[in-house]
């Protein structure tokens, strides 16, 4: 076992206080996030499904992370519906990003509340 000394704001050290008990959890999760974005693990629409789809493991459930071209295809989508001149096909394309979406948060979020109970 190694120790490390970290110095945090005051207000950080309140807040982490209450989890004590859990601070090496906190720190694998927090690096395991980093690492992650650090490995441009980024997914398209398919490859999402595809993993949602392969009863993956908590740990890349959280990983999952949307491609820059995906996320700007949404935000494409998103801006002509708020202007008026989304067609219909885009109308789907969009409604089934959104649902993909609802669908990856309800996986991280159940996957939290998992980790939460199971540490």
Known sequence: MMQIT???SEELGQQLQQF???LQEIVERGLKELLSEQSG???DEKQIIGLLASQ???EQ???IRPSPEF???VSDLLAQSKAGTLS???EAEL???LTIEHLVRMAKAHTFEQLRQNP
């Open 61 to 63: 459930i959280l990983a």
């Open 41 to 43: 693990n980024f997914l």
């Open 95 to 97: 409604e089934r990003y």
């Open 6 to 8: 970290v110095e945090v």
């Open 20 to 22: 004590q008990d859990r």
């Open 56 to 58: 993956p493991t908590p």
């Open 88 to 90: 219909a096909k885009g």
């Open 71 to 73: 996320q700007a295809r």
